[in-house]
């Protein structure tokens, strides 16, 4: 009889503890499933608000707006020829890109890429005005440029993702 009540005791131990940990399972896997919508929805300084990838595929190898630009532009307060200059398009192609209404497939990519370095920026750094002055002030670890100088090829931008991430998690060095 002790025996019994002792195992009975053991399996309602035990189940609250597989309860338990399917419970944290679930709210590890939303928490995951919610951290990855974050991540995708990146670019919404260029106009992509949406957390699906193979959606930002398409609308890259359509090429995104000409107002993708200028959204950007705006957002981070920049001149029209220094965006242009980082995200490499000569400033004769931009004025016909902005006559056509589209941008090509690389240059969406590229304007993209300083899109998703701006919204991490305001990210981690708490806002766009932080965010604004960190990119444009030269930094050590960067050589002495500023991140959206550095961030003119794809190495140069992972290089300032990687930045944000040490100032994010508090690892200089």
Do not use: C
Request: net charge positive; proline share 4%; aromatic share 6%.
């Amino acid at each position: 009889m002790v025996h019994s009540a002792h195992l009975v005791h053991h399996l309602t131990e035990s189940a609250k503890w597989h309860k338990l940990i399917r419970n944290m399972a679930k709210s590890f896997t939303k928490m995951k499933s919610a951290a990855r919508e974050e991540i995708a929805v990146y670019g919404a300084s260029v106009g992509l608000r949406t957390a699906n990838r193979a959606t930002v595929i398409k609308r890259l190898k359509e090429g995104l707006p000409a107002a993708a630009f200028d959204k950007l532009q705006d957002a981070m307060d920049v001149p029209g020829a220094e965006l242009a200059r980082v995200v490499n398009i000569a400033p004769r192609t931009l004025a016909r890109r902005k006559k056509t209404g589209r941008l090509q497939s690389d240059e969406s990519e590229r304007l993209l890429r300083i899109g998703v370095l701006f919204d991490r920026a305001k990210e981690v750094l708490g806002g766009a005005e932080p965010a604004r002055n960190w990119l444009k002030s030269p930094k050590r670890a960067l050589a002495g440029r500023s991140p959206l100088d550095y961030a003119d090829t794809e190495p140069g931008a992972r290089e300032v993702e990687e930045l944000l991430g040490r100032i994010e998690y508090g690892v200089f060095g």
